[in-house]
């Protein structure tokens, strides 16, 4: 090469650096490219509030701002009326669990478990002024579950299950360190981690556990979502 031209090959080879840098930037921050990375845990509680547990577990989600999710029993709100309006004030979703969790009740036929959310949303509504849009079936639900799932989305709810268990009721008198674990073990390597965690009166492990559950997920890269 003659002398004369090395100049001009240096500036060609900078600036098809420059451009593939430009177009690899381009790639990672196009929305495709986005959607198919990002990875987002939805902590959902059910079967709450109680005085005790739900208090800590709301300071944990105030401190880390974290907004969760939380399907209630109505028949618990009585007495706890102010943290149902603090969840609300927090910034975090209620959504409908049921009224009373008694399974014999609620799935005894379809109208008994409409009245039984009827009940459980009326209570939300006459309490936050909020009208609840998501649903969790107490147990999982019935045989009838895909039945009843249509008849809850007709009337605007969304049905919300869940993909992963911290453990504090599938294991007896789990430890903290127990439930941190098996929240991580039952969430694999999904990128959408939908986990239920409870928050009602014996579920203090839970509360303990919730910071280091946290901390976990945050570190590996997900992103907190509230239904
Ligand atoms: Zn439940």
Redesign the pocket.
Known sequence: MQKKYVPLVVFLAALLVFAAHLGARAVLSSPTFALAEEKRIYLTF??GPSTVVTARILDTLQEENVKATF?I?SARVHGREETLRRIVREGHTVGI??AT?VYSQIYASDEALLADVAECADCIRRVTGVTPRVY?F??GGSAARERQTRLLSDRGLKVVRWNAVCGDEEIRNADAETLVRESIRTAGKKNTVVLLL?DSAPHAATAEALPAIIAHFRAAGYVFCAY
Do not use: I, K, Y
């Open positions: 059910d079967d399907f029993v669990h049921s969790h969790r107490p147990g409870h």
